[in-house]
Nanobody
């Protein structure tokens, strides 16, 4: 069983920045591919960013490309999402996810069903 705990959400004005963190309890974090998803009120969950277990490959949704950066620190069992130039439409609950099994070294994953474990989510609210 892997537990994921997100932190770093909050209220920020448009144009501001936040950094989300997701700490994993897994003993083999470096073997997990990780991702961030978000869900706004009344909308379906959507993919935001993904990072390979190696950390060498990343992928972003078009809506956040150039503004958000995903990274990981395997020594700290933590994945991050740096969010810059935030917009009101970024308002959502943000979830991190871990893919534990069948993970290739330099692969990232962009669909929810590809992930095995999810955090409880952290609220990000961007005011205009």
């Amino acid at each position: 069983q892997v537990q994921l705990v997100e932190s770093g959400g909050g209220l920020v004005q448009a144009g501001g920045s936040l950094r989300l963190s997701c700490a994993s309890s897994g003993r083999t974090f470096s073997s997990y591919a990780m991702g961030w998803f978000r869900q706004a009120p009344g909308k379906e969950r959507e993919f935001v960013a993904a990072i390979s277990r190696s950390g060498e490959r990343t992928y972003y949704a078009d809506s956040v490309k150039g503004r958000f950066t995903i990274s990981r620190d395997n020594a700290k069992n933590t994945v991050y999402l740096q969010m810059n130039n935030l917009r009101p439409e970024d308002t959502a609950v943000y979830y991190c996810a871990a893919r534990v099994g069948g993970t290739l070294y330099n692969s990232y994953y962009t669909r929810g069903p590809e992930y095995d474990y999810w955090g409880q989510g952290t609220q990000v609210t961007v005011s205009s």
